[in-house]
């Protein structure tokens, strides 16, 4: 029998035993993304977080790591009007006002917010929530605060060792699919916890090993060496301390992405408190200039003046750029289409999936090859 012919029963046979899933073909296009709300972030994941994917964020408590997820969900809302964002919260200490500050729409029609009790029930939310097509980011919050049904009811007899973690590993790998046949994203924040396991101690990050296999991003938040910005309180109540911190400067490490290149770093301000730069939020103007110039979207042309990316010219040095950034959001996105348009080629192209019917020829019943086919 000819290879072809051999090949086109097998398929048949697969198709048959285990349907049509099994005889899959890939079309390889470029990634859909969803903008973090930070240029830089932006640049290291290659373009933001990836639809049809899982990610995670890790790192130490106060990082800003729900932060940066609101500002992922509020672009996902303003670039999918037709669907809503979501939040599974199992901390149970979701922020609204804050929320709504960092641009989320929390009308009932575009935000979703679930209060879960275990593990159990996240996992089924998640898939009610990706299989009705209505949602395009759920974003967990957190790993660290889950926890089985047996150990939620407090049942000692059913509950075991790794049994949360067991439950956690299948419900990603259960995500991931249903993330692909319904275009959508979902976010996992996780935290880093004490390493009582190890007699020498240290941290590491809570839930099971397995999601960081699962994910396709992995992105780890932590504070440079810069000092916060602080503002003086008048009404101090107390002598120490006597000022408020409006900013901080965090770092985000991609140390896994499988639709990039891995291992760039993002550096931005971040303000809690409009005393900072007038708004609450990651300082665009800063990261514009700084990633601009070093993608070659502004052009140095002498030790005062520099080039936009429209060709204006401005003078004044670094301060004079970031005035006119400031004056004009179109060059802050101008810059983030340059920078983006600079590392297009480094982006791997994801799989658009779809799948065949029985081959021609071979009989569906049977996956015996007919006469014509032979």
């Given amino acids: 029998m000819p290879p072809a012919k051999g090949l086109a029963k097998l398929r048949a046979d697969l198709t048959k035993t285990y349907g049509d899933r099994v005889t899959r073909r890939d079309l390889m296009v470029r990634p859909t993304f969803i903008s973090t709300g930070s240029l830089t972030v932006d640049y290291a994941l290659g373009g933001g977080f990836a639809l049809k994917r899982t990610h995670e964020i890790v790192g130490p408590e106060g990082m800003g790591k729900t932060s940066l997820a609101n500002l992922t969900m509020a672009h996902a809302q303003r ?87 067991q439950i956690i590993s299948r419900m990603v790998k259960r995500v991931a699919g249903l993330c692909r046949q319904h275009d959508a994203a979902v976010i996992f924040i996780n935290q880093y916890r004490a390493n009582i396991g190890s007699p020498r101690g240290g941290e590491k990050p809570a839930g099971p090993s397995a999601l960081k296999y699962a994910t396709s991003t992995q992105l780890k938040m932590s504070r440079t060496g810069e000092t916060t910005r602080k503002v003086s309180l008048d009404d101090a109540v107390s002598e120490a301390p006597k000022e408020l911190e409006v900013g901080r400067q965090l770092r985000v490490k991609v140390s896994r992405n499988k639709l990039a290149v891995q291992g760039r770093a993002a550096d931005f301000w971040f303000y809690n408190h409009p005393a900072g730069i007038g708004h609450v939020g990651i300082d665009r103007t800063d990261e514009a200039a700084v990633l601009g110039m070093a993608v070659g979207a502004i052009k140095r042309l002498s030790t005062v003046a520099y080039e936009m990316p429209d060709g204006t010219k401005v003078t004044g ?46 009989n569906a019943a049977t996956g015996e090859i007919t006469e014509d086919a032979a």
Avoid: C
């Fill in 79 to 165: 670039a999918m009007p037709d669907r809503a964002a979501a939040v599974i919260d199992m901390e149970q200490a979701y922020d609204f006002q804050w929320a709504e500050k960092l641009g989320v729409d929390l009308s009932e029609d575009r935000f979703f917010h679930l209060y879960p009790d275990h593990s159990e029930d996240v996992s089924d939310q998640i898939s009610m929530l990706l299989r009705s097509g209505e949602v395009s980011l759920v974003v967990v919050d957190s790993i660290g605060g889950m926890e089985s049904k047996a150990a939620f009811e407090k049942k000692a007899e059913e509950s075991a060792m790794g049994k949360n973690a």
């Fill in 317 to 362: 040095g670094r301060p004079g750029v970031k005035t006119a950034l400031a004056e004009r959001p179109d060059l802050v996105e101008l810059v983030r289409q340059q920078a983006l348009l600079h590392i297009a080629g480094e982006i791997k192209p994801d799989h658009e999936v779809t799948y065949d019917d029985v081959p021609e020829g071979v």
